[in-house]
């Protein structure tokens, strides 16, 4: 009887209990610093932006000219104004705005599937990695606007124009550029126009990812960009349509490209330049040779004019004669088929044979010997270090603006006279060709497998990365760094519906009183419960802000 009593009253306190808790159970204590904004919080992790220690936005970083999460045009309208392109917010105009893509998705706006960006320059649609593998077949697929001719009965009228040529895009979507209003030509840039005569409305060739150039209005006040520079050609990535770089070859060399050696190298345009491969070497005379090792090509001393010796081949596929003579060589005469005679130079010299300077000789088969001649100027633009030359053409001889002693590296390059050109190499701190990088709304798309080098983070600086993530992936972010230079860390972000965050532990920071070379973290396939998606990096310097740490650093992104 009593035990039961015990539990009677053991069952009235928990029921009691129960009671009191009820309507409470989603009440939750925020935690600052979990990289989840909960109720009382405007951002988390504290730090990263306008990010408090207590989880609320940093007034006084209001009117820095950064858009720093959580930042916006309701709270810092002087650093995020709306209806601006880069505020992380869509405004009317806009189709989307860093993140913010409306719920849209390639699926949404027809394509059978792939991953929808935004362009930051100018906040619209960036198609280029939804996939439509039936475009070109000249017929109507899922998620095609039109397919080559075949403008499914549309024209510019049809779209809202006054009048044009309507049409199809490589992409299968409709071309408007040739589509026009009436209203062009006023004078005045109205709503539809691009642009009006001279008021291209602030747009520039950058903001459509040219390198540089001329932006113009045509006729039909639709932008012209056909005097715009190439495209990204000259960015050190490799971009579509790209067959080299720069440096960056995308791992071709002359042999790959059907040669047997040589140097490789790329044009301005960005194709390859292969005026330095050869097949010199292979046994074989190819098409510029005179021979090829062992084969002569049937040629001999006698066949060359000579009275005997032995005619072999020199390194570069040229014939060599130096043991070849003639039965009068060596009486000091100049004889027909004789270059020279002992010290008899028949008045050259070795300016007069091209080069820069130098003794001119005479070899014993009465030849003239060069052995002893500076740069030869008609050799340089060969490729090829030859006496004299620093470099030639895209071949650095394995040199670096670090190797010239420029503390802060840079890209080396070769003049026209086949010496250094250091004039972009630093002996300071400078800002890479990817700033400014400083936000995730600015952050640069990196691409997995391709190696960027000579990067920078500076005083003050922060980089920001990003790139996407795919399932069933295992990712290695590696930043290459010496440690002894200035220690530097990283931190991984991504999109959780409303904000770029901080994912907690997700971090590089190999602190300790003698810094360590480079920083290196594993992503696995489960990594963040293998959410895919895009990911973000915010590199920087390890210390206090603004005296961070600075550094010269490299960045891959690979599998494994």
């Not at 808790?21 to 989840?36: L, Q």
């Not at 720093?68 to 009317?92: A, H, K, M, T, Y």
């Not at 906040?123 to 939804?130: N, R, T």
């Not at 840079?410 to 400078?430: E, H, K, M, P």
Request: contains cysteine.
């Amino acid at each position: 009887m009593r035990n039961h009593t015990i539990y009677l009253m053991i069952l009235v306190l928990g029921l009691v209990a129960m009671a009191s808790c009820a309507g409470k159970s989603k009440e939750i204590a925020a935690v600052c610093g979990n990289s989840a904004i909960e109720d009382g919080e405007e951002c988390d992790p504290p730090g990263v932006g306008a990010c408090t220690a207590s989880c609320t936005r940093d007034t006084s970083k209001c009117g820095d000219d950064l858009c720093q999460f959580p930042e916006g045009p309701s709270n810092c309208v002087q650093d995020c104004p709306s209806g601006v392109c880069g505020n992380e917010l869509r405004d009317d105009g806009e189709e989307c705005d860093g993140h913010d893509l409306g719920g849209a998705g390639c699926q949404t706006l027809g394509y059978p599937g792939g991953t929808l960006g935004c362009s930051v320059a100018t906040c619209e649609f960036d198609l280029s990695q939804c996939t439509n593998p039936n475009c070109g077949n000249t017929l109507l697929d899922a998620g095609e606007e039109c397919d080559t001719a075949n403008l499914n009965g549309q024209s510019c009228e049809a779209l809202g124009f006054d009048g044009g040529s309507l049409a199809c895009s490589s992409a299968c979507r409709f071309d408007n550029e040739a589509c026009y209003y009436l209203s062009c030509g006023n004078g005045t840039l109205d709503s539809g126009e691009e642009c009006e005569g001279w008021d291209l409305g602030g747009a520039t060739c950058a903001d459509f990812g040219f390198a540089g150039g001329v932006l113009r209005c045509s006729e039909n006040c639709r932008f012209d960009k056909t005097e715009c520079a190439a495209s990204l050609c000259g960015n050190l990535i490799l971009n579509e349509g790209e067959s080299c770089d720069g440096g960056n070859l995308g791992g071709a060399t002359c042999a790959s490209r059907g040669y047997y050696g040589g140097a490789l190298a790329c044009h301005g345009d960005c194709t390859f330049n292969e005026s330095g491969c050869t097949n010199c070497g292979n046994d074989t005379i190819n098409a510029g040779e005179l021979c090829d090792g062992p084969d002569l090509g049937g040629k001999t001393c006698a066949t060359q004019g000579y009275d005997g010796g032995d005619l072999t081949c020199n390194a570069n596929c040229t014939l060599n004669e130096n043991l070849c003579y003639q039965t009068s060589c060596g009486d000091g005469i100049l004889d027909t088929g004789e270059e020279c005679d002992l010290t008899n130079l028949n008045g050259a010299t070795c300016v007069t044979l091209g080069y820069t300077g130098g003794t001119l000789a005479c070899n014993a088969n009465c030849t003239f010997n060069e052995t002893n001649c500076t740069t030869n100027v008609n050799n340089c633009g060969n490729g090829l270090i030859d006496g004299g030359e620093a470099c030639d053409g895209a071949n650095l001889n394995n040199s670096t603006c670090l190797t010239q002693g420029f503390a802060w590296g840079g890209t080396l390059a070769c003049n026209a006279t086949c010496q250094f050109n250091t004039s972009q190499c630093y002996s300071g701190c400078w800002a890479d060709r990817f700033e400014a990088n400083n936000g995730s709304a600015s952050a640069t798309t990196v691409t997995v497998g391709t190696r960027y080098d000579d990067l920078t983070v500076c005083g003050g600086d922060y980089d920001w990365f990003k790139f996407n993530r795919s399932a069933s992936t295992n990712y290695r972010i590696t930043f290459y760094f010496t440690g002894s230079r200035g220690d530097l860390d990283f931190e991984i972000y991504w999109y959780d519906g409303s904000s770029v965050v901080y994912l907690a532990g997700a971090y590089a920071n190999n602190d300790g009183t003698t810094p360590i070379d480079n920083e290196v973290y594993d992503m696995p396939a489960s990594f963040n419960g293998g959410a895919t998606g895009t990911y973000w990096i915010r590199f920087y310097g390890e210390g206090t802000y603004p005296n961070n740490d600075t550094n010269l650093y490299s960045l891959r992104i690979s599998t494994y």
